[in-house]
Nanobody, 123 residues
């Protein structure tokens, strides 16, 4: 059974930093793209960041470019999201996702999803 488990969420003040982790089990994703998405109350799920299987290619949502960094450790079957200069508008549930193959900026391209971790940024 494939599982993606996110960790690292929490409450942080504006301007602060958090690092999210997502560890996969039940299947190796070392040849698949992975991504982070987020969903705030009343809003649609949106791309935060995506990364290719090698880690050499990445994509970011416009609102997080220059502040967030996605990375992965295939030996640990884990993907990370370093979030700096956090803003109240970053408050959302953050989801880890794994594709079957090439990474994508589209949520529909991802086959596996974690349950999400809450990130709350206070002003």
């Amino acid at each position: 059974q494939v599982q993606l488990v996110e960790s690292g969420g929490g409450l942080v003040q504006a301007g602060g930093s958090l690092t999210l982790s997502c560890t996969a089990s039940g299947r190796t994703f070392s040849t698949d793209g992975m991504g982070w998405f987020r969903q705030a109350p009343g809003k649609e799920r949106e791309l935060v960041a995506a990364i290719s299987w090698s880690g050499y290619s990445t994509d970011y949502g416009d609102s997080v470019k220059g502040r967030f960094t996605i990375s992965r450790d295939n030996a640990k079957n884990t993907v990370y999201l370093q979030m700096n200069s956090l803003k109240p508008e970053d408050t959302a549930v953050y989801y880890c996702a794994a594709a079957k193959g090439r990474y994508s900026v589209r949520a529909v391209e991802y086959a596996y999803w974690g349950h999400g971790t809450q990130v709350t940024v206070s002003s």
